[in-house]
């Protein structure tokens, strides 16, 4: 596609409930990136897909964190048991590989646990 | 650790002032990025700097790398309305990120 694009772009979800949340990058970049935004924040690393090489998953906050990308495409972010503190825009980024300089962003989800 | 604090937090000021923001850090890097973001967006790419006293010009904004390749500033002469955002640097491999500058311009 043209741009990155996310889905949903709203979600809200109880407490202890799984989400899911989907990325598709651009065509043929191999390089993917999970950041979460607290309101009015930087960006808060959770995790890369770099072409078919293991993913690092140094930024995830708990093992309740958990992506895939299939196909060396679309990657979805997976929450399970949701925590208030989770609440967040949840934002994913793609280059054509990890030595590009910037990133292109989808608008993100934002995801608020009640 | 690598850290990058950004300055100020925030900025409110009239249309046709200039300003200047910061991104610190005492880290060297290869290169850094500037973005901007608007509410319900992400950030979108501003500039790449690399190279160590590196100016770039983008119409009215002015990038400088510090020569040390720590530090990097944001110039805007003669701000517009439409530079409202949230600014924010980041590093090549972006892992990690400033926590940004909300500049606000008045009409």
């Known amino acids: 596609g043209a741009g990155v694009s996310q889905s949903p772009s709203n979600k809200v979800t109880e407490k202890g409930k799984d989400v899911e949340l989907r990325c598709d990058p651009i065509s043929g970049h191999t390089a993917l990136y999970w950041y979460r935004q607290s309101l009015g924040q930087g960006l808060e690393f959770l995790i890369y897909?770099?072409?078919?090489?293991?993913?690092?998953k140094s930024g995830l906050p708990s093992d309740r964190f958990s992506a895939e990308r299939t196909g060396g495409s679309v990657s979805t972010l997976t929450i399970q048991r949701t925590q208030q503190e989770d609440s967040a825009v949840y934002l994913c980024a793609s280059s054509r590989d990890l030595e590009s300089y910037g990133y292109t962003f989808g608008s993100g989800t934002r995801l608020t646990v009640v | 650790t690598q850290l990058l604090e950004q300055s100020p937090q925030f900025l409110s000021i009239q249309e046709g002032e200039n300003l200047t923001v910061y991104c610190n850090s005492s880290?060297?890097?290869?290169?850094l990025q500037w973005y901007r973001q608007e509410p319900g967006e992400g950030p979108v790419l501003l500039v790449t700097?690399?190279?160590g006293g590196e100016v770039k010009k983008l119409k009215r904004l002015t990038f400088q790398f510090g020569d040390a390749r720590k530090d990097s500033s944001l110039h805007i002469t003669a701000a517009q309305p439409g530079d409202t955002g949230l600014y924010l640097c980041a590093p090549n491999y972006q892992l990690i990120w400033g926590a940004g500058t909300k500049l606000i311009i008045k009409p």
């Open positions: 700097v690399v190279t």
């Open positions: 897909f770099q072409g078919n090489s293991a993913p690092d």
């Open positions: 880290s060297v890097f290869s290169s």
